[in-house]
C-alpha cells in the first residue's frame, strides 16, 4: 500500500490564501491562478488548502468552502491535495474532512486544538472525531507554536494503533528538533513525517521524514527540489550549499520579532508578481523595510533581478 509520504511527494505546498487589496475580501480568482502557477513551475509535489499559511483562522466557514471548491477546480487533478481541518472545535474540523472527502481530496490535515489547551486525551478525542468522519488519509499537524500545546509521541502513538486512517503527521520541528524521531519510533512503519519548518528540511530528512511543508516553495521551490534531490543522491555537501543560500531568507521572514511570517513571506510573493494580496488582520502587513529586506534576499538568490 502507498504510503503518504509516497502519495504526497517530498515537497508538499501549504497554499496562500490571496486577498484583495483594499477590501481583503477572499480572492478566488488569484488563488486559481497561484495554484496554476506552483503546479505549472513544478514548485510542490502536493498542495494543503486551509492550513495555518492559509490563514485558516481569518477565514469564515463558508470562506473555507468557497475556497476548497476553487482549488479542486483549479489544480483539475494536476497534484494530490490535502484538505485543511484546522479549528479549535472539533465539530468544524469534522464538517472540513467531510467537505474535502465529498470534493474528491486525497488527504487531510488535521490540527491540534488551540487556544484552549486541552489535555492529551482531549487531543486524541479531537483526532479521533475527525479520522472517524473520513475514509481518507489523515496527516496529523503539530504546531505547538501557535496551538500552545505539544502533541506527545504516545498521543500519536495511540492514534496511529487505533485508527487505520491516521497515517502521518506534520510536526513543526524547529520547536523541537529531535521530536522527529520520536514519532517515527514510536509509530508503524510506513508512517510519514513531514518538517513543518522551511529551516529544518536537512534536519528532518536525516532523521527518515518523508519531506517538508514548505511555504516558502511558492518562492524558492526549484531549489528546495534541488537540496532535497542532492541529500537524498548523497551529495550532502552540495546540499549543504543550498540550505546555506536559503537560511537567511527564511530566517529574515520573522524579522523584527515576529512569530507569524505570513505577512513577509506574502509581501515576498507581491514582489515576485504572485498577487496574493495582504494578509488579513490581526497581522499587519510587512513594512517598507522588511520588504526591502526581502528583496535583497530574492535578488541574490535570483530570483528577483
Not at 502513538?157 to 487505520?164: E, F, H, I, Q
Request: glycine share 10%; hydrophobic share 45%; with cysteine.
Amino acid at each position: 500500500m502507498q504510503t503518504l509520504g509516497e502519495k504526497l511527494g517530498h515537497i508538499v505546498v501549504p497554499l496562500a490564501t490571496p486577498f484583495k487589496e483594499t477590501t481583503q475580501d477572499l480572492d478566488l480568482d488569484a488563488a486559481a491562478a497561484l495554484v496554476d502557477h506552483v503546479i505549472s513551475n513544478k514548485l510542490c509535489d502536493s498542495l494543503i488548502v486551509g492550513g495555518t499559511s492559509g490563514e485558516f483562522n481569518a477565514l469564515s466557514l463558508d470562506e473555507r468552502r468557497e475556497l476548497f471548491r476553487a482549488v479542486k477546480d483549479a489544480a483539475a487533478g494536476r497534484v494530490p491535495l490535502v484538505g485543511g481541518a484546522c479549528s479549535s472545535a472539533t465539530r468544524e474540523a469534522v464538517e472540513l474532512a467531510r467537505l474535502s472527502e465529498r470534493l474528491g481530496f486525497d488527504a487531510i490535515m488535521a490540527l491540534g486544538p488551540c487556544y484552549c489547551k486541552p489535555t492529551q486525551e482531549g487531543v486524541y478525542r479531537h483526532f479521533r472525531a475527525i479520522a472517524e468522519a473520513t475514509a481518507l488519509p489523515v496527516m496529523l499537524y503539530n504546531i505547538p507554536i501557535f496551538t500552545g500545546l505539544n502533541v506527545e509521541k504516545e498521543t500519536v502513538a495511540r492514534l496511529a494503533a487505533d485508527m487505520p486512517n491516521v497515517v502521518g503527521i506534520k510536526d513543526e520541528a524547529g520547536i523541537n528538533p529531535t521530536q522527529m524521531t520520536e514519532f517515527l519510533r514510536v509509530t508503524p512503519p510506513g508512517f510519514t513525517v513531514y518538517n513543518g519548518d522551511d529551516i529544518m528540511v536537512l534536519c528532518g530528512l536525516a532523521q527518515g521524514a518523508s519531506g517538508v511543508v514548505s511555504g516558502a516553495s511558492h518562492l524558492i521551490g526549484r531549489q528546495m527540489r534541488e537540496m532535497i534531490d542532492k541529500f537524498l543522491a548523497g551529495d550532502i555537501l552540495g546540499a549543504r550549499k543550498i540550505h546555506l543560500a536559503l537560511d537567511p531568507l527564511f530566517k529574515d521572514f520573522c524579522q523584527n520579532g515576529r512569530t507569524n511570517g505570513i505577512p513577509i513571506w506574502k509581501a515576498a510573493m507581491n514582489l515576485c508578481g504572485l498577487k496574493v494580496g495582504p494578509p488579513r488582520l490581526p497581522l499587519a502587513p510587512a513594512t517598507e523595510a522588511e520588504t526591502e529586506t526581502i528583496r535583497g534576499h530574492l535578488v541574490r538568490l535570483g530570483i528577483l533581478n
